[in-house]
């Protein structure tokens, strides 16, 4: 074979070749190495060839690749290169020495082959396996190294880092009112606003060569709970100013499908190295912060304290107990009368749940009514609500003459996604002999846009019975939209009927309610009636009836007869 053919092997082969005297200087390029790179021979001889490449290896990788060559050793690697046109590509790479006759060497070649494409389908699988799919962030599994590494830096320079857990509040009532599709929609868009509120907003997506660590991490862990971790800062201000920032632009409306929809936030913060110093501990830490958050009424930041451990542990312990309190007939229902403003006569009662419990006392249908949602024993408390409310008003009319006293009971969203939902009340009805009308069921405002609630509402009201809409003006419906609805009365949020005193209430919300009420042609109650003025007032605003500490306490149904039997006198 002639010098010949082996040069022609190097100029016509498809890799790119390089060749640069002992000093590193470029003395040759063959055509594919200008093809690929961009760079014509002319315009990189006497050149470095580093100059091409990214910062892929460190300073003192490069130290141990020329140290191979040198001693005649080969290197083999993959480094990303920039184009001409600036744009990143991989190569994988073979740098050796080349010897003169003597065994001395006299050049380096460099053989570079372009791999983008492999890199390419690689980033794919990374991103698979590293990125949420819907909103295109790091996902738990990204986290978990980030964070592990993030930690190690934190310790390295003596910083603090701080893991930041964050859960929308009531996601699920979106989700279920408004659908997974619009659910989704939302995430994107909360995806969005979060990155904004970092301070080095152009996350990676693709982990490039070029991208420094440590830097701020913003991860989905799936559902709607986002994780922040926030490294390199000395106080602590650093972090409420992001939790802060946070809180506000998830309090903006977001728009889904055209429609606003109002959303917030709640966040639990743990802190490196104070609240622990392993990834483990930060992030279980963040989720207990977090949970307290929410116990705070949702839309605030907690940063984690020992105590709250304690308060995990009790929200578990509450959790065992409630599994057993049926079975164990620790559950009552108490009776508060509702009142006609006029006449002062008791025309109905709102049945509510009690829970005596052994072990932890009386427990407020506030805080484990939510547990009881979240782990599904709704249903069965539901149930058994239901029943015993229509067992006793049936009872009262037949033993003590009450024959149409209406007997309300609160519904939970998660009863309606029950399929047997509507055969269970049919049944209670006919198995304790009450009049459908008689029976009245509150649901929430919020509850109505829950999607298939129209037709259920509709197969209720064919069954007869009343409904109601209760904690009214708390949620977001217009009149077009309750209008839809089958409707009897609403109850006006006790929120309201606070602000409502002896002057003149006609700028109040519950004015606006009444009136909201008249034009839908329906009944209206005012909850958590307290006061001679704020009853004076809502006589003045044309109210219909009222409940609350003013007429009587919720009370157990031996004790609320005498009063369901009498008038009140209002004057
Ligand atoms: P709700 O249905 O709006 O019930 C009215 C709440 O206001 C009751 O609280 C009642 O005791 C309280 N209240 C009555 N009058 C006054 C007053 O004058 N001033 C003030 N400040 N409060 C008054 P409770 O019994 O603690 O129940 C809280 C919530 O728990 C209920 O709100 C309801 O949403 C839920 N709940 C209660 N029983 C049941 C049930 O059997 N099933 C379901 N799903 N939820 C229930
Ligand atoms: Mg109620
Ligand atoms: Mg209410």
């Known amino acids: 074979m002639s010098f010949f053919t082996a040069s022609y092997a190097i100029e016509q082969n498809p890799i790119s070749v390089l060749i640069t005297d002992i000093n590193g200087v470029i003395e040759y390029a063959n055509p594919k190495f200008s093809e690929v790179s961009g760079y014509l021979l002319e315009e990189i001889r006497g050149k470095n060839p580093y100059f091409l490449q990214t910062n892929t290896l460190s300073a003192e990788e490069y130290q141990r690749m020329s140290q191979l060559v040198i001693n005649g050793g080969v290197w083999q690697g993959e480094l990303c290169s920039r184009r001409k046109n600036g744009d990143f590509f991989w190569e994988s790479t073979h740098i ?56 190690e830096i934190s310790r390295m320079h003596s910083c603090l880092l701080a893991v930041i857990f964050l859960d929308l509040d009531q996601f699920k009532r979106i989700n279920d009112s408004l659908g997974h599709r619009a659910g989704d929609l939302l995430l994107q868009q909360v995806a969005n606003r979060l990155q904004e509120c970092l301070r080095f907003s152009d996350q990676v997506y693709i982990a490039r060569p070029d991208t420094p660590l440590p830097q701020d991490l913003l991860a989905r862990l799936g559902g709607d709970e986002f994780v922040i971790v926030l490294t390199e800062f000395n106080h602590t201000d650093a972090v409420t100013r992001v939790a802060r920032r946070v809180l506000d632009v998830m309090a903006k409306p977001f728009v889904v499908n ?107 249908p506030a805080d484990f009514i939510p547990i009881a949602e979240e782990t599904g024993l709704i249903v069965s408390i539901g149930e058994w609500v239901l029943r015993t409310a229509c067992t006793q008003a049936r009872a009262w009319q037949t033993m003590e003459g009450l024959s149409d006293l209406r007997m309300a009971v609160n519904l939970s969203p998660r009863q309606f996604s029950d399929p047997h939902f509507l055969k269970r009340i049919a049944t209670a009805l006919q198995e304790t002999g009450l009049q459908p009308e008689l029976l009245e069921l509150e649901i929430t405002e919020s509850q109505l846009m829950q999607e298939g609630l129209l037709e259920c509402l509709q197969s209720l009201k064919e069954l007869g019975v009343t409904l109601s809409i209760d904690d009214f003006g708390t949620g977001y419906s217009n009149l077009r939209y309750l209008q839809r609805f089958p409707l009897d009365r609403l109850k006006i949020d006790k929120s309201f009927v606070k602000d409502i005193d002896c002057k003149s209430n006609h700028d109040t919300i519950a004015a606006t309610v009444i009136a909201m009420a008249r034009s839908l042609r329906l009944s209206v109650i005012a909850e958590g009636v307290e006061t001679k003025c704020q009853l004076a007032g809502l006589r003045a605003l044309d109210c219909d009836e009222i409940q609350g500490h003013y007429c009587s306490h919720p009370q157990p149904p031996e004790k609320i007869l005498g009063i369901l039997k009498s008038h009140f006198k209002f004057d």
């Open 258 to 364: 055209n429609k606003e929809v109002f959303t917030s936030c709640s966040i639990g913060i743990a802190l490196y190295p104070y609240d622990g110093d392993d990834m483990e501990v930060l992030l279980k830490h963040a989720d207990t912060a977090l949970y307290h958050a929410k116990d705070r009424g949702r839309n605030n930041y907690q940063m984690f304290s020992p105590s709250m451990n304690v308060a995990a542990t009790q929200r578990l312990v509450l959790e065992s107990h409630l599994r057993k309190a049926l079975q164990n007939q620790e559950m009552t229902l108490y009776y508060q009368p509702q009142v006609v403003l006029d006449s002062g006569r008791v025309t109905g009662v709102e049945a509510l749940l009690r829970w005596n419990s052994p072990e932890l006392g009386m427990v407020s």
């Open 96 to 151: 050796s020495a080349i010897r003169n006759p003597y065994g001395a060497i006299s050049h380096f070649v460099w053989l570079r082959e372009d791999i983008s494409d492999r890199k390419r389908a690689e980033e794919r699988i990374r991103f698979l396996a590293y990125y949420d799919n819907l909103t295109h962030l790091p996902n738990r599994l990204m986290l978990q190294e980030r964070l592990r590494e993030a930690i």
